[in-house]
């Protein structure tokens, strides 16, 4: 069976500390996968049919390579999700990148 849409966590750190949230303890060193490792989980998916990526974290807008790895799935024709707080992209990404990257942008709103 090929799985349609995967769930990839590419990195344990975010910029809030929601009570609910598994990610608040500190005490776990949190993590930001490699990109070459990342893209070579996102080679294999492609390589079975899957047809759809969601980021997530933490907050995968913190992740360094967030945007190239977003770039680099829709190359090979998969479509792109990313859920974020979107409080914090690497600085040298513009909302256009963003946008350009990924085809469904899901926002967490938090009170």
Not at 2 to 16: D, G, M, N, W
Not at 53 to 71: C, M, R
Request: charged content about 20%; overall charge negative; hydrophobic content about 40%.
């Amino acid at each position: 069976m090929v799985p349609r849409e995967a769930v990839l966590h590419i990195t344990s750190y975010c910029t809030h500390h929601c009570p609910f949230c598994y990610f608040i303890d500190d005490s776990v060193p949190h993590f930001s996968q490699n990109y070459n490792i990342l893209k070579t989980i996102i080679d294999e998916l492609a390589k079975y049919g899957c047809e759809s990526i969601l980021f997530v974290g933490g907050d995968p807008a913190s992740h360094p390579d967030v945007i190239k790895l977003g770039n680099y799935a829709k190359s090979l024709r998969i479509s792109t999700s990313i859920l974020s707080n979107t409080l914090k992209f690497a600085p040298q990404y513009s909302w256009k990148d963003v946008i350009d990257a990924f085809d469904i942008i899901e926002v967490t709103v938090h009170r």
